[in-house]
């Protein structure tokens, strides 16, 4: 890296830290509010800052890696339906959840489980979250940024220790959150936000200017085989005749349309309407009418991503697939042998690129796996790799053999990554922080807690977080799987916590123990079908199960055991005037959405 790609990154991060520390030193954290302002910025956030820093909480490491990663693999352009379906999902929230929250004028919630159910369903809630904030999603994105910068670093000459990097990412994050809370992190966000999707658009435009720059007898196809095309094509030519099969979302095998139509709409309203870490931001806007115009923001932006994070990724497939190959030498010379000596025992793991590339030869290699299991017997096959692909190396590709250096471009780009890195630790600490201090310390600890008390807490939990995060972050280096791991485990906790919301929203007359019920149940079903019943299902498709079974058992209990209607009064004096202006723009949002899947179906 060049002195001024250093200069250019080190004053990112510098101007980072400055602005949220400087926009965030007026709160009084003394004053009969300063728990509010601390944690939800005295709830004056601009709409402006809500949708940028709902952006840069959610994009991260491995949201960057791991979406650029599967656009160069199988997923193709379908994986881009966590984006295009949140910005839906963003909308919904704006309108149908939104104004209840604001109303009850809850800071976590959790808090709103107490409103309509019992306390006892709010403290269930608070610590299922903190197991998934703390035990997964802190140490989650601390591993994956950590290991981001080590691997991207090292293509520079620079050598980082992972625990180094977890470490330093760490503190980093915990610095300007603690010292200044929901404001730091708001005005934090707008700055890396802002870059998250510009070093993005400056990574696509390098792919696609590259692209169109290299002989087509270099390229590779999306299925693996070589490019066909004729040399004086465009670019986009060259990248829709290259990439046609990827470019589809209902066709896709490994994103199936039955997931779009339901399983991928769970998480996704967990994640953008009950998720502490998310929805902080949104309760801590000045107004309904911001907040709806913040969450339409992010709508918007959502259907951005995609083409600078998931298209740029396919690209890097045409451009180095040699380069994410994993192994070296002739992949089919040990299948050669192996074939040519009938006592061999081994069987062949093949790409599924290379299968689809090499269609007789892969078909030839199963017969003869099939052949060696059926005269040996399964367990005692000997299985070894054909040629595979990294496919995640497909984002630090990009950046090392594209980005130019001693420009500050690279600076700018690897920055950008780092404060979306920052960002997401940032949100997961102060989430993690509010829930602790206002759900346990302040709800059954210390209920007489000043102001300042409440803040001080909040401090020492960010700390305590940090530690814990950054210790066992490195222990998920010896984890080949942890972020599908992730992704599953979280269907134990916010499969449940839909249900009951949807349930206490429609069903304000049944027993005040629903929402027990519903937290209890779920895990119990989902694990049942995910460990045991049918451990090859898609977890989508086991969360949609679990999902409507937990309803079910909820309105049987409703019918048995019945109570006063439950009425959510207004408990602020917030304005709630319901934004028109933000209501045509989210129809916008919607439309488009859907022009995208019918464009790219």
């Known amino acids: 890296m060049g002195i001024i790609d250093i200069i250019v990154f080190v004053a990112f991060i510098a101007t980072v830290m400055f602005v949220g520390l400087y926009k965030s030193k007026g709160e009084d954290t003394h004053g009969d509010h300063g728990a509010e302002d601390y944690f939800l910025a005295g709830r004056g956030l601009s709409w402006w800052l809500i949708g940028f820093s709902l952006i840069a909480a959610n994009i991260s490491a491995e949201q960057f890696v791991g979406m650029s990663g599967q656009g160069a693999g199988l997923y193709g352009l379908s994986v881009s339906s966590w984006e295009w379906i949140a910005a839906i999902t963003l909308v919904v929230v704006a309108f149908a959840l939104l104004p209840y929250f604001l109303r009850s004028g809850i800071t976590t919630i959790p808090e709103f489980l107490e409103v309509r159910y019992n306390h006892q369903a709010r403290l269930l809630m608070t610590l299922s979250m903190m197991l998934i904030l703390i035990g997964v999603s802190l140490i989650g994105v601390i591993y994956a940024g950590a290991l981001t910068l080590k691997e991207l670093m090292s293509s520079y000459d620079v050598t980082l220790s992972l625990t180094g990097c977890c470490w330093a990412l760490g503190m980093m994050a915990a610095i300007y959150v603690g010292v200044g809370g929901l404001k730091a992190c708001a005005w934090a966000d707008l700055i890396q936000g802002s870059a998250l999707i510009i070093g993005g658009g400056v990574i696509a435009y390098f792919a696609f200017d590259t692209l169109g720059s290299t002989p087509v007898g270099e390229l590779v196809s999306a299925t693996g085989a070589a490019a066909t095309l004729d040399q004086g094509a465009g670019v986009l030519a060259k990248f829709n005749a290259l990439n046609e099969s990827n470019m589809h979302m209902g066709s896709n095998p490994t994103m199936p349309w039955p997931i779009l139509v339901l399983g991928i709409w769970i998480p996704n309203f967990y994640y953008w309407g009950l998720n502490q870490y998310i929805t902080q931001r949104i309760l801590g806007s000045a107004s309904l009418a911001e907040g709806q115009k913040g969450l339409v923001l992010a709508g918007f932006l959502k259907l951005i991503i995609p ?18 190959e994993t192994g070296a030498g002739d992949h089919l010379a040990a299948y050669e042998l192996a074939a040519a000596d009938a006592e061999s025992i081994s069987v062949f793991k093949m790409d599924p690129r290379w299968e689809v590339a090499n269609v007789e030869k892969a078909a030839e290699i199963t017969a003869f796996n099939a052949a060696v299991i059926a005269r040996v017997g399964e367990d005692t096959v000997d299985t070894v790799e054909l040629k595979q692909y990294k496919y995640d190396s497909a984002l630090g590709l990009l950046i090392t053999k594209l980005i130019p250096q001693n420009k500050g471009i690279l600076g700018f780009v690897i920055a950008a990554l780092l404060g979306a890195i920052v960002s997401s630790l940032a949100a997961v600490l102060n989430a993690a922080s509010t829930l602790l201090t206002m759900d346990v310390y302040q709800r059954y600890i210390n209920p007489k807690a000043a102001q300042f008390k409440l803040v001080t807490m909040g401090r020492i939990f960010i700390g305590v977080f940090v530690l814990i995060g950054c210790f066992a972050a490195p222990m998920l280096a010896d984890n080949k799987s942890v972020f599908e791991y992730i992704q599953k485990f979280q269907g ?88 028109k202006g933000a209501l045509r723009w989210g129809l916008v949002v919607c439309a488009l959405t859907v022009a995208l899947y019918v464009i790219f179906w």
Request: proline share 4%.
């Open 307 to 324: 083409f600078v994070i998931v298209i740029p990724g396919i690209i890097a497939f045409n451009l180095y697939s040699a380069d994410m």
């Open 492 to 579: 134990f906790v916010s499969t449940g916590i839909l249900a009951v919301f949807i349930y206490g929203l429609f069903n304000r007359t049944s027993g005040p123990w629903a929402g027990v019920i519903g937290l209890i149940a779920n895990p119990i079903i989902y694990g049942a079908l995910t460990l045991w019943l049918f451990p090859d299902m898609h977890f989508l498709y086991a969360m949609s199960w679990s999902l409507l079974a937990v309803l079910i058992i909820m309105v049987i209990y409703g019918l048995i055991f019945k109570q006063e209607k439950v009425v959510f009064k207004t408990n602020t004096t917030m304005d709630l005037t319901s934004s």
